[in-house]
């Protein structure tokens, strides 16, 4: 552990570990295998990164991304760090040299994919080599009820069947109590030591904001919080990804397009601007992000509600790795209620997995809905215990009143009952408000008891009632045919007033907050002290494109912000700034120090 310190200082440039990376790395270092669940942004490569530098040989990384091992392996090497990766993106003499390196001994961090890893080919080689640990990334992939689930990544226990005394550590930011499970089943990880941190993510602030009009309430949400900053917006459809791509590059934001429906070609050289130019937007499907290493993601918002709370964590864990101020923004109406019972219905999966999918979706939508502190009911999902409400959500910033729905709500589930549960939402509502339409005329339903006994609230205000009571259980649509509401069990209750049901109040006009990016990594810093962090960062990208890296790899925006507080102007001061390790101190050094000099005039 001596050495393992002396590499976290002299190579990555820290002090000390952080959470139970030491034990981890212990566990590794003495040859034993471990589980690791732990954040994103938490430090989770460091893990495998560091022991795989103390023992002898080369550490394999199983990761199921081939277009980020780029860059996972150019950030290593700014570090001096001999890493390589392996896949179907290299011509064969690339291959073969890579190939090389290994049975050399002349590599100490190889990537690759679980396919690849799957070869006999691949696996004799390593069997020629003297291999330091294995680390399967991404281990939740393993868990066939997961949202990432990858085939390959089941077969991966042959790791341990082959090559039984080389230790291995499986790693994920996102498992609940079944999906840890069955990666520990999966893996055969049986006598693993098990080291579960906690899934706290304090410095992204979550928000869900209710009603119509989504892309407008995020434009104003991106002005006030966000003006400047790198940001990914998770939508629902292909089409939808490049409608909202096309109209935030006419309000005047670099915003680029992802999903799976686009050239490789164009993927690739979206994904690269995205990870190594400042402030832009990626808009795209689940298709992008995983395994995502840019540490100054200011924001992830979602115009589309996620199927579960793992893909709801795993996606906004991509904001803030840093550690510094982030926002998770979340849109939420009641077509995406409808749209995600739609789309599960109508899978090939088997009855047993629809009804775990509704079950993660009705669990999702109950976070949505919630009145109280949203984050210590999201840590509950994963078994984790928050004492006291965080104060870092919008239900704690700004705590949603409530209402006695009771009444409103019979009046819905009455009508939908007496209109023969035959009929969707806005037609229920029509019915309640005593709309006089040819289709409620027609049909007699203008002689209801239920006509017109809702004319105290108009429809958008329905809309807000009636999408709680769907999402609270009370009420089902039906997916498979037109949208028709209908009664559940549980609505009998309510309707017999035997409970009572209290639900959120309409929306409160947003409050204005002052535009300019008010939570960037530079709201702390005096005015000299920010002119100065734009100066480091300027001559960081210089460097990043004469490189042609990401920015981050070179400093993250924590380091640099460090820089412009302390000023260091000799090389000793500035091996104390964290993140500055030797390799990158006799590199960088001097170009940044000559910056702060500059700017001290």
Not at 24 to 50: N, W
Not at 167 to 185: K, M, S
Not at 550 to 559: C, E, N
Request: aromatic content about 6%; some cysteine; hydrophobic content about 40%.
């Amino acid at each position: 552990m001596e050495r393992a310190r002396h590499i976290l200082r002299s190579v990555f440039g820290y002090d000390d570990f952080r959470h139970r990376q030491s034990d981890i790395i212990q566990t590794l270092v003495e040859g034993r295998d471990a589980l690791v669940l732990m954040p994103t942004g938490g430090g989770k490569s460091l893990c495998y990164q560091v022991p795989a530098l103390v023992r002898d040989g080369v550490g394999v990384v199983v990761s199921p991304l081939i277009a980020l091992m780029q860059d996972q392996v150019d950030a290593l090497s700014q570090l001096g760090v001999r890493a390589a990766f392996l896949n179907s993106t290299q011509d064969a003499d690339t291959q073969r040299s890579v190939e090389q390196a290994l049975l050399d001994a002349e590599l100490d961090l190889l990537y690759v994919a679980p396919e690849r890893l799957l070869m006999p080919r691949m696996q004799a080689l390593l069997e020629r080599s003297r291999v330091a640990l294995f680390a399967i990334d991404e281990a939740h992939c393993v868990s066939q009820w997961g949202h990432d689930f990858r085939r390959e990544y089941q077969q991966l226990t042959v790791l341990h069947e082959r090559f039984p005394g080389v230790p291995r550590i499986a790693l994920t930011a996102t498992a609940d109590r079944r999906t840890r499970d069955e990666i520990v089943a999966q893996l055969d990880l049986v006598e693993a030591a098990r080291f579960v941190h906690s899934f706290d993510r304090p410095n992204i602030r979550y928000t869900i904001s209710e009603g119509n009009n989504p892309r407008d309430r995020l434009w104003r949400f991106i002005q006030a919080e966000h003006s400047e900053d790198a940001g990914i917006i998770y939508c629902l459809s292909r089409k939808r990804v490049e409608q909202v791509a096309d109209w935030l590059c006419r309000k005047g934001r670099v915003a680029l397009a992802y999903h799976a429906g686009l050239p490789e070609r164009v993927r690739r050289e979206n994904q690269m601007r995205f990870l190594r130019e400042d402030g832009v937007i990626i808009v795209a499907t689940i298709a992008f992000g995983m395994g995502i290493d840019k540490p100054d993601v200011r924001f992830v918002a979602h115009l589309n509600v996620p199927k579960s709370l793992e893909a709801y964590y795993q996606e906004t864990g991509r904001a803030g790795r840093d550690g510094l101020p982030a926002d998770a923004w979340m849109a939420y109406n009641l077509q995406d209620v409808i749209s995600l019972r739609r789309m599960m219905n109508e899978t090939d999966a088997d009855e047993q997995f629809k009804r775990i999918a509704h079950n993660k979706l009705e669990t999702m939508l109950g976070l949505c809905e919630l009145t109280r502190c949203r984050r210590q009911t999201l840590l509950a999902y994963f078994g984790e215990t928050l004492e006291q409400p965080c104060g870092n959500c919008d239900n704690c910033l700004q705590p949603p009143a409530t209402w006695d729905a009771t009444e409103a709500a019979q009046k819905i589930l009455s009508c939908v009952y007496r209109t023969g549960q035959r009929f969707g939402v806005n037609y229920v509502i029509d019915v309640l408000v005593g709309k006089q339409d040819e289709r409620i005329l027609a049909n007699g339903h203008d002689r209801l008891s239920t006509f017109g006994i809702g004319a105290r609230f108009n429809a958008s205000q329905w809309r807000h009632v009636v999408r709680q009571v769907i999402a609270q259980g009370f009420l089902d649509v039906d997916t498979e045919g037109h949208g028709a509401v209908r009664l559940t069990p549980a609505a009998r209750p309510l309707l017999r007033g035997e409970m009572r049901l209290q639900l959120r109040e309409l929306p409160a006009r947003e409050s204005a907050r002052k535009a300019g990016g008010n939570r960037a990594p530079v709201a702390e810093l005096d005015a000299a002290d920010r002119d100065l962090f734009e100066a480091l960062r300027a001559r960081r990208l210089e460097l990043a494109r004469e490189q042609s890296v990401p920015p981050y790899v070179i400093f993250h925006d924590s380091t640099l912000r460090e820089l412009a507080s302390r000023r260091p102007l000799t090389h000793e001061e500035m091996r104390a700034i964290s993140g500055v390790g030797e390799q990158k101190l006799a590199r960088f050094g001097q170009e940044f120090i000559a910056v702060i000099q500059a700017q001290a005039g």
